[in-house]
């Protein structure tokens, strides 16, 4: 079964915009966020989110029916 991306330049550019922003909140700017619980969780979802988009096939989209790639 081979994957196909659903994930197009405009979702990808924005996972990747909140990702930085998730990913610098919770493991470089750390007074931003002290519980070290709610910046594990923000961590786990920023770079969750930026692996997804820069392979650009979402689990989710996947079984919800959703692309926003442009069709050919």
């Given at each position: 079964m081979k994957l196909e991306r659903n994930i197009g330049r405009?979702?990808?550019?924005?996972?990747?915009?909140?990702?930085a922003v998730l990913i610098y909140i919770s493991l470089i700017d750390t007074s931003i966020?002290?519980?070290?619980?709610?910046?594990?969780?923000?961590?786990?979802?920023?770079?969750?989110n930026l692996l997804v988009a820069l392979v650009r096939?979402?689990?989710?989209?996947?079984?919800?029916?959703?692309?926003?790639?442009r069709l050919s």
């Open positions: 405009l979702d990808q550019a924005l996972r990747i915009g909140i990702s966020i002290e519980d070290p619980m709610s910046s594990g969780i923000l961590a786990f979802v920023g770079i969750g096939i979402c689990p989710l989209y996947t079984v919800a029916g959703i692309n926003t790639c």
